[in-house]
Nanobody
Framework: QVQLVESGGGLMQAGGSLRLSCGAS????????TGWARQAPGKEREFVAA????????YYADSVRGRFTISRDNAKNTVYLQMNSLKPEDTAVYYC?????????????????WGQGTQVTVSS
């Protein structure tokens, strides 16, 4: 069993930066592919970034490529999402997802674990 806990969200002005963290319990976190998804009010959940269990494979949605960077530290059981040049349209609840078999890049699949989410609000 793995529990995912997101942190680092908050209120930021447009153009600013935030770093989200997804901490995982358990000693086997390194076997899980991990991704960050977000859901804005009235919109569907979408994945914005994902990283393979080794860190060798990385995915970014077009909307965040060049602004967001995903990374992981398996020794610390943590995945990070560095968000730069934030825009008001980045406002959403950000969730961490982990799966042993599939890189989390699309909704509609039952990934093994989800966190509870952290709110990111970007003001104009």
């Amino acid at each position: 069993q793995v529990q995912l806990v997101e942190s680092g969200g908050g209120l930021m002005q447009a153009g600013g930066s935030l770093r989200l963290s997804c901490g995982a319990s358990g000693r086997t976190f390194s076997i899980y592919h991990t991704g960050w998804a977000r859901q804005a009010p009235g919109k569907e959940r979408e994945f914005v970034a994902a990283i393979s269990r080794s860190g060798g494979g990385i995915y970014y949605a077009d909307s965040v490529r060049g602004r967001f960077t995903i990374s992981r530290d398996n020794a610390k059981n943590t995945v990070y999402l560095q968000m730069n040049s934030l825009k008001p349209e980045d406002t959403a609840v950000y969730y961490c997802a982990a799966d042993r078999s599939r890189l989390p890049v699309s909704v509609g699949y039952e990934y093994d674990y989800w966190g509870q989410g952290t709110q990111v609000t970007v003001s104009s």
